[in-house]
């Protein structure tokens, strides 16, 4: 169904447009898009598979079409002057796409629109080491992360540039780039990728590109804005940093989002949120010593007034076909719209993790299981109140997990909820959410002594009892760091895939309305 692209693995490459312009100095225009997290059809506002009847009426957002199209339009509006399109990683899972395809469709549509490079996201190892060395080996422009040494990687050794350098209208950009160096828990690299620090990683690449005489340099990162925004202060010779895996709305219109771009040390920091629903132009103006002088631009929103390529269109449609039918089965109801946004889940008792707890934790009554408890970072979309469909729910719950029950110790689980509520800072997957039991926590404290008031049942926490817990198998298995569990008792991690857990208790329970019950709460 895929034809093989041609392979690209060299350090040196011509960009797709060059040209110099005529004013002193040097202009370079950088396109960028990230976590499109195989969003390759249109969303719906709640970040999810959007319906083609909602699309023909205009009421859906990006999609591979409509970033091909944004894109291609820009190539051409800046014609003959300098130009960059660059991927901040996270092309991966996300959509029944990924889950039938495992990256071909990405990597077809990558290719179609011609990257310069990407950087590797933390979950182009959800399926391993081969998945990324997939990715690596499909396209045809360079991957890079910096702060991976993979040459201990059967699969990987090789593939993954360290940096790269870009010529550009008669000047050689420098590509640096880093990866989150928590993705051996948010996601499944083997044990041969070993993480290094990224200001340290970064700093090496950046002496190593200025020794070559590279005196322009772009910092393509996916460590999410509050580490971009440290890079961008900590690490000279930086002149712009494009970056990911925050998920993070930059705009100069959007009311309430950051200024695009966040200035940082007097370094551009710049991202375009998530899911093919932007895409991010940045503008950069370098004096004759390399110096930047100026950095303008803005996210631009891919509504219905972007049109979609009509081939690329043609194409999804061919590819959805297969699996259209399960996607467009209704399973249940929703009485009205439920939360499950990446802010809400993340950061506090959200609607969607309260249904997904609480079917957890209806599936297994009887079994002496007392609490259910889900990563945040699991949840991946809202459901729209009405007719909830199996994509939706898929959408919602894309990675596969299975239903996993285990014994543990009381003291045990209040470690748990530490580590869930160690990184909410940084928005960190782990945050948990919970059904069978109830929790405060002091966002003020230090990390590892915020949780206080634990209640399992109505009663207060037994540190020294044995309390049962059911979860999804990438969290009983340190996933999130969550390591307190991988040696657990009694562990059991092949129960039925959490979506259809999901999609049975809602059609079970009737038209679900999940709300806020005070499971989780803040001093």
Known sequence: MFAK??????????ATATGVTAEAGYTLHIVHINDLHSRVEPVNRFDSTCGGEDNAEGKCFGGY????TKIDELRRELQ?????????GDQYQGSLMYTTYKGDAEIEFMNRIGFDAMAVGNHE?????????????????????????????????????????????GESIGIVSALAVDTAETSSPSAAVVFMDEIESLRRDVATLEARGVDKIIALTHVG???????????????????????????????????YPVMAGGTPVVQAYAYSKFVGHLTIKFDDDGNVVEASGDTILLDASVAEDPAIKARVAELAGPIEEMKTRVVARAASAIDGERSSCRAGECEMGNLVTDAMLDRVKGRGIDVALQNGGGLRASIDGGEVTMGEVLTVLPFQGTLSTFTTKGRTLIDALENGVSQVEEGAGRFPQVAGMSFTWDPDAAPGSRVSGVMVGGSPIDPSATYGVVTNNYVRNGGDGYKMFSDADDAYDFGPNLADVLAEYMAAVGPVAPKLEGRISTK
């Open 225 to 259: 804005l509050p580490n971009d925004i440290r890079i961008a202060e900590e690490v000279d010779g930086i002149d712009a940093v494009v970056g990911g895996h925050s998920h993070t709305l930059l705009s100069n219109t959007v009311e309430g989002a950051p200024p």
């Open 65 to 68: 079409a409509r970033v091909a």
């Open 5 to 14: 692209p041609l392979l690209s693995a060299v350090a040196i490459v011509l």
């Open 125 to 169: 190892f959800d399926d391993g080491d081969e998945g990324l060395a997939k990715l690596a080996d499909g396209v045809r422009f360079p991957v890079v992360s910096g702060n991976i040494d993979v040459s201990g990687s059967g699969e990987l050794a090789g593939k993954i540039h360290d940096h790269v350098v870009l010529e550009v209208g």
């Open 80 to 88: 003959g002057r300098n130009v960059l399109v660059l991927d901040a």
